[in-house]
């Protein structure tokens, strides 16, 4: 598969964006220069990012393309004496992965500066705490920015309580294998794929008009979604994700989101039944235009589609999820060859959808 190199720029810059719940300034400065030119756009005070289809004419159903733009992260909570700080997390962690973590945490001055997430070191556990074996929890664990005292940290390294931090982890593309070396997709890869997207259909005659968001604050609750869903009020919608991988632990025969294997579509998670007949409508037109999917029934997690479906009509929801192999984790691994079919098979979809198949939903 081609590689387009303006689209693997847009993912590398959505990636290194620092945007945790309620920080999401930098993911949407990327997404402005993306689409800026090609469609209109308007913010909120969630930090929720509308992007317009200039071609909408208002007549026809709304199909509202859903990804969040924040990601999971830290907000300094405290600085101890001894010039460490404490931090509370802003989304789901996979604790164990994050004792040496490399950091970065935004000071007074809007300075991004270096840090480590410091665990107690082994040689200083008692016998107790190791026989335990058990994986410290985030009250305690501190961030380590080199300061010496409470004062240092304060007044040179111009930490202040409220600032958000974010993994410290750069942007790698193996071309040769196709992986996708990063941070945060979940849910910048989602990102990329609705911005790409909206791109794709600027000048396409489609017998829907399309709104994308760039929702806020997913990880802490959909927050932002709840604002987003009551202003664009959908008659149907698709919620892109980042998902989690399963294809490295577990059983093969229940391995149902595979890297290479093209965008994975849930029928359920905690959240929400997604509609089983946007669902197969999407799964077929998968199998007829060719392009590679995934089908599967999650155990867990959750997503914005949970609320669109619930909320004022209850508009039919589908999520399209890239493969993404540890997700909530600082490192994670996703494929370019599943984000440009999740692309194309979007642009599919909005050519598909009508007001007469819409209310078969």
């Given at each position: 598969?081609d590689?387009?190199r303006n689209?693997?720029a847009l993912?590398?810059?959505l990636?290194?964006?620092?945007?945790?719940s309620?920080?999401?300034?930098?993911?949407?400065?990327?997404?402005?220069?993306?689409?800026g030119?090609?469609c209109?756009?308007?913010e909120d005070s969630?930090?929720n990012?509308?992007?317009?289809?200039?071609?909408n004419?208002?007549?026809?159903p709304?199909v509202?393309?859903?990804?969040?733009?924040?990601e999971?992260?830290?907000?300094i909570?405290?600085?101890?004496p001894?010039?460490t700080l404490?931090f509370v997390?802003?989304g789901?962690?996979?604790?164990n992965t994050?004792?040496g973590?490399?950091?970065?945490?935004?000071?007074?001055?809007g300075?991004?500066i270096p840090?480590?997430i410091?665990a107690?070191p082994p040689?200083?556990?008692t016998?107790e705490?190791r026989?335990a074996?058990r994986?410290q929890?985030i009250p305690a664990?501190v961030i380590?920015?080199?300061a010496?005292?409470?004062?240092?940290?304060e007044?040179n390294f111009r930490i202040r309580?409220?600032e958000p931090?974010v993994?410290?982890?750069?942007f790698?593309?193996?071309?040769a294998?196709?992986?996708?070396f990063?941070k945060g997709?979940d849910?910048?890869?989602g990102?990329?794929v609705?911005?790409?997207?909206?791109?794709r259909?600027?000048a396409?005659?489609?017998p829907v008009d399309v709104?994308?968001?760039?929702?806020?604050q997913?990880e802490?609750?959909?927050?932002?979604?709840k604002?987003?869903v009551?202003k664009v009020?959908?008659?149907a919608?698709?919620c892109?994700e980042?998902?989690?991988?399963d294809?490295?632990f577990?059983?093969p025969?229940a391995?149902?989101?595979?890297?290479?294997?093209?965008p994975m579509?849930?029928?359920m998670?905690v959240?929400?039944?997604?509609?089983?007949?946007?669902?197969r409508?999407?799964?077929?037109?998968a199998?007829?235009?060719?392009?590679?999917?995934?089908?599967s029934?999650?155990?867990?997690?959750?997503n914005?589609?949970?609320?669109?479906?619930?909320l004022l009509?209850?508009?039919p929801?589908?999520v399209m999820g890239?493969?993404v192999?540890?997700?909530?984790c600082?490192?994670?691994i996703t494929s370019?060859?599943?984000?440009?079919?999740?692309v194309?098979?979007?642009?599919?979809m909005?050519?598909a959808?009508?007001?007469?198949?819409i209310?078969?939903?």
């Open positions: 598969m590689i387009d689209a693997l993912i590398r810059a990636a290194e964006a620092k945007g945790p309620g920080f999401e300034d930098e993911v949407l400065a990327v997404a402005r220069r993306s689409v030119e090609l209109d756009l308007e969630l930090r990012l509308y992007i317009y289809r200039r071609a004419t208002g007549k026809k709304v509202m393309l859903d990804a969040h733009s924040d999971v992260g830290f907000m909570h405290s600085i101890k001894n010039g404490r997390s802003l789901g962690w996979s604790l994050l004792p973590t490399r950091v970065l945490v935004r000071n007074a001055d300075q991004w840090g480590v410091a107690k040689h200083f556990l016998a705490e026989a074996n994986v929890q664990l380590d920015v080199g010496v005292s409470a004062a240092d940290a007044q309580i409220g931090a993994p410290d982890v750069p790698v593309y193996d071309e294998h196709d992986a996708m990063g997709f849910c910048r890869i990102c990329a609705l911005l790409e997207t909206m791109r259909i600027a396409l005659d489609l709104v994308g968001v760039l929702s806020s997913e802490v609750g959909e927050r932002g979604c604002v987003a009551n009020r959908p008659d919608a698709i892109f980042g998902c989690p991988a294809d490295t577990g059983e025969y391995m149902q989101t595979v890297l290479h294997k093209g579509f849930r029928f998670d959240s929400v039944i997604c509609n089983p007949r946007f669902q409508f999407t799964l077929d037109l199998e007829k235009a060719g392009i590679p999917a995934q089908a029934v999650r155990e867990g997690g959750g914005n589609a949970a609320v669109i479906q619930s009509g209850g508009a929801s589908v890239v493969p192999r540890y997700i909530h600082p490192n994670c370019y060859q599943d984000y440009e079919h999740a194309r098979l979007s642009v599919r909005l050519q959808l009508s007001a007469d198949v209310r078969g939903f």
